[in-house]
């Protein structure tokens, strides 16, 4: 059971679409997981409707609709013999062979299309990171795995940190996390996440601004971040 | 006719479109459509709203909604909401080709992340019309403050800090607002 979610203002931002790619990329991931949350979203997207339903048109409009839909007719018929993009269910990609892979909602299975290769870096022991190409630079999205058992150095972040696990689960002071949760850090919170004994675990995670170690070992990599931003 | 019957009739046209490429029925659905779409776009305010970039909205969403007709399923959205949320991803299609990323070419697409034809939802017998309609009377009794920021951030795209901005209001007011809102409107379709 997925006990963590994106707030109804987050949801209500995606439908809406004024969410950020990167983020509207994760909770596309959690929408994908969680029958909750899709069906909240039906909601949200019949509130669009209803408004479209209700939108008035403007006074000066006085194009002519009949050009338009013939216009728009020449445009089809042109078009008639282009298929729409193939819609194929996203083939896996090499490392998926591995446990941590199984089972990806359907919009991470085509990020790892669009990223045929992952280049892992040990961030710390038991912690590797692999940085993912999205399309946008505000933020940075990257899988994390942890290894069995594993704790991750403790650390806070100058940005707002969002994870949704997508194999495995960890668990910090607040609570654990399993397949599906959906956790939001907000800028200067300090967490140390760890993972379960029995399994690896999988996160995809989105920071705002480059992570910032601070404990024993961040000080070592860091030393100039010791001071924690508020 | 009552207004459950003409959301309805909507929702007949658009699978005629999609079952059997009927261009009469097309046709009614974009002189439907088309004003609303402008209406819906005109409410942005700013040079968006210039009409040759609403004429143009209209052409690319019904141009879409020609194409992915034959995917529209009426017991999963009703026909306003489909069409909502393909003018949706145009306009986000639009922006990011207004702020192009070096590395967007080969990165996902809008119709990947917003993918409203992945539903993991176990069958509810909702009819999605009458929610339809349900959705609009309760969206009529909100407070004004709660609908303003609703409207604000379905028609005019903008978020929540956005809003909170321009009406000089602190964000947790409208995170608040927006909730009040949401609850209300759920509760109209729980009963
Ligand atoms: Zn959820
Ligand atoms: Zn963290």
């Known amino acids: 059971m997925i006990q963590h979610h994106p707030d109804n203002n987050m949801l209500l931002e995606y439908a809406s679409g004024s969410l950020n790619w990167a983020h509207s990329l994760v909770v596309s991931a959690h929408l994908q997981l969680c029958p909750k949350c899709a069906a909240q979203l039906k909601l949200l997207n019949s509130?669009?409707?209803?408004?479209?339903?209700?939108?008035?048109?403007?006074?000066?409009?006085?194009?002519?609709?009949?050009?338009?839909?013939?216009?728009?007719?020449?445009?089809?018929?042109?078009?008639?013999?282009?298929?729409?993009?193939?819609?194929?269910?996203?083939?896996?990609?090499?490392?998926?062979?591995?446990?941590?892979?199984?089972?990806?909602?359907?919009?991470?299975?085509?990020?790892?299309?669009?990223?045929?290769?992952?280049?892992?870096?040990?961030?710390?022991?038991?912690?590797?990171?692999?940085?993912?190409?999205?399309?946008?630079?505000?933020?940075?999205?990257?899988?994390?795995?942890?290894?069995?058992?594993?704790?991750?150095?403790?650390?806070?972040?100058?940005?707002?940190?969002?994870?949704?696990?997508?194999?495995?689960?960890?668990?910090?002071?607040?609570?654990?996390?399993?397949?599906?949760?959906f956790l939001v850090r907000e800028p200067g919170e300090v967490h140390r996440p760890t993972a379960t004994l029995d399994q690896e675990c999988l996160c995809l995670s989105v920071v705002e601004a480059p992570v910032a170690l601070t404990g024993f070992l961040g000080k070592l990599v860091n030393p100039f971040l010791s001071i924690k931003p508020q | 006719s009552s207004p459950q019957t003409r959301d309805d009739e909507w929702s007949t046209l658009l699978v005629k479109v999609g079952v059997s490429r009927d261009r009469v029925a097309f046709e009614k659905l974009f002189n439907h459509f088309a004003p609303l779409i402008k209406g819906f776009q005109f409410s942005r305010g700013g040079q968006s709203s210039a009409p040759e970039a609403a004429d143009e909205l209209v052409q690319e969403v019904m141009f879409r909604v020609w194409r992915k007709a034959p995917s529209f399923d009426p017991t999963v959205s009703s026909a306003s909401t489909w069409v909502f949320t393909i003018m949706r991803n145009c306009r986000i299609d639009a922006l990011r080709r207004n702020s192009r990323q070096p590395d967007t070419d080969d990165s996902l697409e809008v119709d990947d992340i917003w993918d409203e034809r992945f539903d993991n939802q176990p069958l509810v017998y909702l009819q999605q019309s009458r929610v339809q309609i349900t959705v609009e009377a309760g969206l009529s009794s909100l407070p004004p403050e709660q609908s303003h920021v609703i409207e604000k951030a379905y028609m005019e795209g903008k978020s929540h800090s956005e809003i909170s901005a321009e009406l000089g209001l602190p964000l947790g007011t409208v995170k608040s607002r927006v909730r009040l809102a949401l609850k209300k409107l759920q509760s109209t379709l729980v009963r």
């Open chain 1, 47 to 181: 509130i669009g409707g209803a408004l479209l339903e209700s939108a008035v048109p403007p006074a000066n409009h006085t194009d002519d609709t009949e050009s338009a839909f013939s216009r728009l007719m020449g445009r089809i018929d042109t078009n008639e013999n282009v298929v729409d993009r193939v819609v194929e269910d996203a083939k896996n990609p090499s490392p998926s062979r591995e446990p941590v892979f199984s089972s990806l909602p359907p919009v991470v299975k085509k990020l790892m299309q669009r990223n045929p290769v992952l280049k892992w870096r040990r961030l710390s022991k038991g912690l590797r990171e692999a940085r993912l190409k999205t399309g946008q630079s505000r933020h940075e999205v990257a899988f994390h795995r942890i290894a069995p058992g594993n704790k991750v150095a403790e650390h806070d972040h100058r940005g707002k940190e969002i994870t949704m696990v997508l194999y495995g689960s960890f668990s910090d002071a607040d609570g654990v996390y399993s397949r599906g949760d």
